[in-house]
């Protein structure tokens, strides 16, 4: 079994337009920040979502896959609302897990019911972990099941549960249009690969960690003029105060942003620095030498794709310092910008890891490069591989990081 693909809460996705994220063409987004708590965080995509992630199955698909996903349940369901989606290489409906009214479970072919319904029933308000795990068939000889929260609840044998091809290509997941509902932390495996970690991955998180250093894609210009200097403090407490013009500064919105500070007859006032607080006239940077003068400088970015987003689970779910999402929806305009036509930054091209903790063990480093595919930074590229050892290609939004020991 090998994991083609994961995502988040949406968390580093925040400010942008659908369907946003790793999310697939043809998704439904409405991405919210203040769904219940989980594992720290509360980034999630909200009620009456239907997301699909990419065809991670490539030209020739799986005969089998499993997905999962977190969900904060709720009351007031349909009577047949699809939770999870396996899907042919035209996005067709191959087979789903749905739950009824009263909680319980159930399989079906594209909307058709294919199994009883389950003895048990889902929970309200509170999160769960599912899991859907399907071999495809056009004969009779497939198979469904669903685990929520690791524990297996319904199985359904000698299906025709594939519609058009016996093979899958992506995965879907809903959230019902009732308040309250929201998901987050998705995988997608296939059963057709690799030898280890060959069964369900149970609860897990899935986590962004952006490079939180200068970008190596020399085609970004700074688009922010460098900001003029007219005096710098003596340091205190590891950082020094730069007085001037700073523009969009105000509200330490440059904060987690390194700078570099020339023009200083003093070298000890010039460098690369961490801001760490910033106002329209001041910006504090984390030189621990800085010395007293009043005289002409200048500040400006380090490298424009530095934003990244903070390490979910990894530190607390922290908000400030290195590694921020950008401060305001449109505020990166205000220093990046490109010459070439269509090309959009996803603001982070430096190497990447993955690391993942499941199924009650951790996996030592599991790492690769994060790469730009093309101009337009294509995003829509399976995860090759990421079983305990082995080495995964990531999309080039950074590291994923997944937990989930039990």
Not at 11 to 28: I, K, R, V
Not at 51 to 70: C, D, H, K, L, W
Not at 95 to 122: M, P
Request: charged residues 10%; proline residues 4%.
């Amino acid at each position: 079994m090998t994991l083609r693909w994961v995502e988040s809460g949406g968390q580093y996705h925040e400010n942008t337009a659908n369907p946003g994220g790793l999310f697939g063409s043809g998704a439904s987004v409405t991405l919210i920040a203040n769904a219940p708590p989980r594992n720290g965080s509360t980034y999630g995509y909200g009620q009456n979502n239907n997301v699909r992630t990419p065809n991670v199955g490539g030209g020739s698909g799986f005969n089998g896959m499993v997905a999962g996903y977190a969900l904060y349940t709720s009351t007031g369901w349909g009577a047949t609302d699809a939770l999870v989606v396996f899907y042919d290489n035209n996005f067709a409906l191959q087979c789903e897990v749905r739950r009824n009214a009263s909680g319980q479970l159930f399989f079906t072919r594209n909307g058709t019911v294919i199994s009883s319904l389950s003895a048990y029933t889902t929970p309200t308000n509170t999160w769960i972990y599912i899991e859907f795990k399907a071999s495809f068939s056009t004969t009779g000889t497939g198979s469904c099941e669903v685990r929520v929260n690791g524990v297996t609840q319904l199985t359904a044998t000698s299906l025709t549960n594939a519609t058009t091809t016996a093979k899958g290509f992506a995965a879907g997941y809903f959230t019902p249009n009732v308040g309250g509902t929201s998901a987050m932390d998705f995988y997608v495996l296939d059963q057709d690969n690799g030898t280890r970690n060959n069964n369900y991955l149970g609860d897990i998180t899935v986590a962004e960690i952006f490079a939180n250093g200068p970008g190596v894609n020399s085609g970004w210009p700074v688009f922010q003029a460098p900001f003029v200097l007219t005096q710098v403090a003596n340091a205190s407490g590891g950082t020094t105060v730069y007085t001037g013009t700073i523009t969009a500064g105000a509200a330490n919105a440059w904060q987690g942003i390194y700078f570099t500070v020339t023009g200083f007859a003093n070298g000890l006032n010039n460098g690369t620095f961490l801001c760490t607080a910033s106002t329209a006239t001041t910006i504090t940077l984390a030189n621990p030498s800085g010395v007293a003068v009043t005289a002409a400088g200048t500040c400006s970015f380090q490298n424009p794709v530095q934003f990244g987003i903070h390490g979910g689970f990894v530190d607390g779910y922290a908000t400030t310092n290195v590694g921020s999402r950008p401060p305001v929806s449109g505020s990166e305009i205000q220093y990046i910008s490109s010459n070439v036509t269509n090309q959009v930054t996803d603001f982070s091209h430096q190497p990447s890891e993955a690391r993942a903790n499941y199924r009650g063990c951790r996996s030592p480093d599991v790492g690769s490069q994060g790469r730009c595919r093309d101009a337009n930074h294509r995003t829509d590229l399976p995860l090759e591989r990421c079983t305990r050892n082995e080495r995964t290609t990531l999309p080039e939004h950074g590291r994923h990081l997944l937990s989930g020991c039990h």
